[in-house]
């Protein structure tokens, strides 16, 4: 009942939660195709728009040179063409006037070409109603001057009788005076000559004032008729103002930029397209370069290397050359689940806790921190710390396993007094010394050695006789002579005797190596009496014992530099 009960709220948990996830993704992909086509329609209205206001302004140039051509030929002409001009364009306003739709900008349209021709229509009629306009209004002030120049001749006709007025009345005004002062007394006796002649020029002098008051007063009234009415400069379109009719269009136009500015897809187009020619870049970069790097390992490096002379560890670093025991004919496997070693009186075995599984318990058991204290940092590298060290007064016989791991196998190899044997440590788990002797370990570094470079091992660690070394190894360990040339994977390589000729070879082909499936060279041994150790399958990463597996995050390529 109990597994029922599980077994049903597992299926509704199960559907609940795949029910509540189709949810997320159909409202997601709901709001992604909302912004989607909002964002594809304010694209198409602002193109659209910037299409005709590009139109528009390109019409209006040409447009503007037509009517100020136009305009400027009827500077000299006769106030019937004047008249009759103005009669055309106004009509042409009326018209246009009648068909525009101040609207149309924010009336939503059904498709982005139907907006094209409708904003282009709608553009072009206001930037003809601006010309037109313009053109009318300049056609009316010229009208007006021309009447102005016909107001201004009647006024200066005015203005001389005015003069002619006002100079005859001075005359009589100075023949008066005259009088009087020719004749004081007798100007003012009545029925004297004198006083008949002042009475005839006061009455022609009051006729001249009456006069020139008369010529006065219609000079005022057709200066006030005629103002200040003056021909107008040349025709020239006012390019603000023709710029101004298209201000419906850049409004609407900023209202899309603006609709587009709150879309994060038009947010994000911009930047993606600006870095995307970069990041393809990049990615062609990531594609092409360790494919040209590996090309020139391949095609050059490793040929090169080829063909230098092997490596005589031997020679090179003036060691003994003696050759290994090697196993019965046929058998090149060294190696089992666990080994049975003698430990006789005098001898002692450094051990890591881990492979140790059985001991007698009659044998004297201590903790040695380092392999070697004159190599702290190889040992640390190797595991190799916290070793447990025994001997025994009595001869006695140890058990060595890997117990935390099925797949390794334990393999023992008998250096005699005077052999030597270039080792990696990461493959040592113990040896057997004689007590009054020090471990024989010696580190050589080839700087100069181009096959050393290209495999990254730049220092080689040589073991000396005698000692018994205790190895593990993935699947088995296997020692084989090196004969007329044997190669093997540089990952599996555990070391190789110092009489060896080392040299590397590069991959029979290209396409693996490329791939990442095949190293690039292979270890080459060279020398009928040398040998060479190496496991079945190589696994590296996991180093033995607990205290070691701080390094697991080293890379394989750094603590092959330090020959580990």
């Known amino acids: 009942m109990r597994q029922l009960l599980t077994a049903i709220l597992r299926f509704l948990l199960r559907h609940t939660l795949q029910f509540a996830l189709f949810i997320v993704i159909l409202l997601a992909g709901r709001l992604l195709l909302a912004e989607w086509r909002a964002y594809s329609a304010s694209s198409s209205t602002v193109a659209a728009l910037r299409l005709a206001a590009s139109g528009a302004d390109s019409h209006g140039a040409g447009l503007a040179a037509a ?42 349209l059904p498709g982005a070409d139907t907006l094209a021709r409708h904003a282009q229509d709608e553009a072009t009629r206001r930037v003809d109603i601006e010309v037109l306009a313009q053109e009318a209004r300049y056609l009316g002030a010229l009208q007006a001057a021309l009447s102005g120049e016909d107001a201004r001749q009647t006024l200066a006709r005015l203005h001389a009788e005015h003069v002619r007025a006002y100079a005859a009345l001075q005359d009589n005004i100075r023949e008066r005076q005259q009088l009087e002062a020719q004749h004081p007394l007798a100007a003012r006796l009545p029925g004297s000559g004198a006083y008949a002649q002042l009475s005839r020029l006061e009455k022609e002098g009051q006729r001249l004032r009456e006069i020139n008051l008369q010529a006065y007063n219609a000079w005022l009234a057709q200066r006030a008729r005629t103002g200040n009415a003056a021909r107008p400069a040349p025709f020239a379109i006012d390019d603000q103002a023709l710029a101004a009719a298209l201000a419906p269009v850049q409004k609407a136009i900023a209202a899309g930029e603006s609709q587009l500015a709150r879309n994060w897809i038009a947010r994000w187009r911009a930047p993606v397209l600006d870095v995307a020619p970069t990041a393809a870049l990049l990615v062609l970069s990531a594609i092409a370069l360790p494919v040209a790097i590996k090309a020139l390992f391949y095609f050059v490096l490793a040929p090169l290397a080829a063909r230098l002379p092997p490596l005589s560890i031997a020679r090179e670093l003036h060691l003994a050359g003696s050759s290994l025991p090697l196993p019965p004919h046929g058998e090149s496997r060294i190696s089992a689940v666990s080994q049975a070693l003698p430990l006789k009186p005098g001898q002692r075995m450094l051990i890591h806790p881990a492979y140790l599984q059985s001991s007698p318990v009659s044998s004297t058991k201590r903790t040695q921190w380092l392999l070697d204290w ?25 058990t060595i396993s890997a117990s935390d791991d099925p797949l390794l196998e334990i393999a023992v190899l008998r250096l005699p007094a005077g052999s030597a044997l270039v080792f990696q440590p990461r493959g040592l788990v113990g040896l057997i010394t004689d007590t009054d002797e020090s471990l024989a370990i010696s580190s050589h570094w080839r700087l100069a050695s181009l096959h050393a470079w290209l495999t990254l091992q730049l220092r080689f660690i040589v073991f000396r006789g005698p000692v018994t070394l205790i190895v593990r190894g993935c699947r088995g360990v296997r020692l084989e002579r090196a004969g007329q040339g044997r190669s093997i994977s540089q990952a599996a390589t555990l070391g190789f005797s110092t009489n060896v000729l080392y040299s590397t070879l590069r991959s029979e082909t290209f396409i693996p190596y490329l791939r990442g499936q095949q190293a690039l060279l292979n ?6 009496d040398g040998v060479y150790l190496y496991e079945e399958t190589p696994r590296h990463g996991k180093q033995p014992g607990n205290t070691g597996s701080w390094f697991e995050g080293a890379t394989d390529a750094i603590l092959k530099v330090f020959g580990i």
Not at 69 to 88: F, G, K, M
Request: net charge positive; glycine share 4%; hydrophobic share 45%.
């Open 523 to 528: 270890d080459r041994f060279d020398g009928g």
């Open 374 to 398: 004159r190599f702290p940092f190889t040992s640390l590298a190797a595991g190799m710390v916290a070793l447990t060290r025994l001997h025994s007064d009595v001869a006695a016989s140890v």
């Open 67 to 108: 009517a100020t051509a136009r305009v400027n030929a009827l500077q000299h002409a006769s106030r019937t063409a004047i008249a009759t001009r103005l009669e055309q364009v106004q009509a042409q306003l009326r018209q246009l006037r009648a068909q525009q739709q101040p609207s149309l900008f924010a009336l939503p």
